[in-house]
Nanobody, 126 residues
Framework: QVRLVESGGRSVQAGGSLRLSCAAS????????MGWVRQAPGKEREVVAS????????YYADSVKGRFTISHDNDVKTVYLRMDSLKPEDTAMYYC???????????????????WGQGTQVTVSS
């Protein structure tokens, strides 16, 4: 059973930084697509970043380019999202998501993920 468990969300002042973590388990595929998706109240869900675990190719939403960095540690099956220069508009529930056995060229910002974590709240105050 695939399981994704997020951590690291909290309240922070604008301009600050956070690192979210997502511990994944329950699968053995090596070539996967992992991502972070956020949703704020009353807003559409937004894929903010994705990463192919075979090759490390990354994609970012325009709204976070240059501020967020996604990374993956294959040894511990953990995905990270480093968030710098946080803005109040980054406030949202952040979900870790995954699709397994995916070729690297299919792991883009437009991918539909198959598995989801429970989410971790990020609140940025001005």
């Amino acid at each position: 059973q695939v399981r994704l468990v997020e951590s690291g969300g909290r309240s922070v002042q604008a301009g600050g930084s956070l690192r979210l973590s997502c511990a994944a388990s329950g699968y053995t595929y090596v070539s996967n697509c992992m991502g972070w998706v956020r949703q704020a109240p009353g807003k559409e869900r937004e894929v903010v970043a994705s990463i192919s675990t075979s090759g490390g190719i990354t994609y970012y939403a325009d709204s976070v380019k240059g501020r967020f960095t996604i990374s993956h540690d294959n040894d511990v099956k953990t995905v990270y999202l480093r968030m710098d220069s946080l803005k109040p508009e980054d406030t949202a529930m952040y979900y870790c998501a995954a699709s397994l056995n995916v070729r690297w060229y299919r792991c883009t910002i437009g991918i539909e993920f198959d598995y989801w974590g429970q989410g971790t709240q990020v609140t940025v105050s001005s």
